[in-house]
């Protein structure tokens, strides 16, 4: 064509190398980087596939520019988006501080504090657990208190013994739970 036909104009994919019309390539927000929608589109569902969902980057060679979330919706199926999603918010609330999910068995929810050093929380779904160690409360006793006692126990030989046949360390938080058939 003439160049400027109104956004008709081919470009040429950098990866695949094929011209492709532009209404079928995307760039990358975060860094202008334009390839062809079939190749963002293989990118994407390989990067999710591998589980690097928290952090796609740019096919561009050497460029760790992220790829946006509204990207990554227009170019993949919903339950492709529905994985990276999960990911995405795992990752997010691995690493902010504030956050954390609830460790009562089948509760998906993610807990939110105000100040770090509020040792006891609740969850909406009733279970009371510490934001520091997602262990049962244990107030006034600090976490390291906490293992530290808990160790203490289980190494005075009578009680040590007592603890071995009555109480067994939660797979989820490695607390000690005692085995009382509920």
């Given at each position: 064509?003439?160049?400027?036909?109104?956004?008709?104009?081919?470009?040429?994919?950098?990866?695949?190398?094929?011209?492709?019309?532009?209404?079928?390539?995307?760039s990358n927000e975060r860094c202008g980087h334009r390839f062809c929608n079939d190749c963002w589109g293989e990118?994407?569902?390989?990067?999710i596939t591998e589980g690097n969902a928290q952090a796609?980057?740019?096919?561009?060679?050497?460029?760790?520019?992220?790829?946006?979330?509204?990207?990554?919706?227009?170019?993949?199926?919903?339950?492709?988006?529905?994985?990276?999603?999960?990911?995405?918010?795992?990752?997010?609330?691995?690493?902010?501080?504030?956050?954390?999910?609830?460790?009562?068995?089948?509760?998906?929810?993610?807990?939110?504090?105000?100040?770090?050093?509020?040792?006891?929380?609740?969850?909406?779904?009733?279970?009371?657990?510490?934001?520091?160690?997602?262990?049962?409360?244990?107030?006034?006793?600090?976490?390291?208190?906490?293992?530290?006692?808990?160790?203490?126990?289980?190494?005075?030989?009578?009680?040590?013994?007592?603890?071995?046949?009555?109480?067994?360390?939660?797979?989820?938080?490695?607390?000690?739970?005692?085995?009382?058939?509920?």
């Amino acid at each position: 064509g003439d160049g400027e036909a109104g956004g008709a104009e081919e470009v040429t994919c950098g990866v695949c190398f094929c011209d492709v019309p532009r209404a079928e390539s995307s760039s990358n927000e975060r860094c202008g980087h334009r390839f062809c929608n079939d190749c963002w589109g293989e990118h994407l569902r390989i990067q999710i596939t591998e589980g690097n969902a928290q952090a796609i980057v740019c096919m561009q060679d050497g460029c760790r520019a992220l790829v946006e979330l509204s990207m990554v919706q227009a170019l993949v199926d919903a339950q492709l988006f529905a994985t990276y999603a999960r990911f995405a918010h795992k990752q997010f609330v691995d690493d902010n501080p504030y956050l954390k999910f609830c460790p009562a068995a089948g509760c998906e929810r993610v807990i939110k504090v105000r100040d770090l050093g509020r040792p006891e929380v609740r969850c909406s779904c009733g279970a009371v657990f510490c934001f520091g160690c997602s262990r049962e409360a244990h107030f006034p006793l600090s976490c390291e208190q906490l293992n530290a006692w808990e160790d203490k126990n289980t190494s005075d030989a009578g009680n040590g013994q007592w603890m071995q046949a009555n109480t067994k360390r939660c797979r989820k938080c490695h607390a000690r739970v005692e085995k009382n058939g509920g």
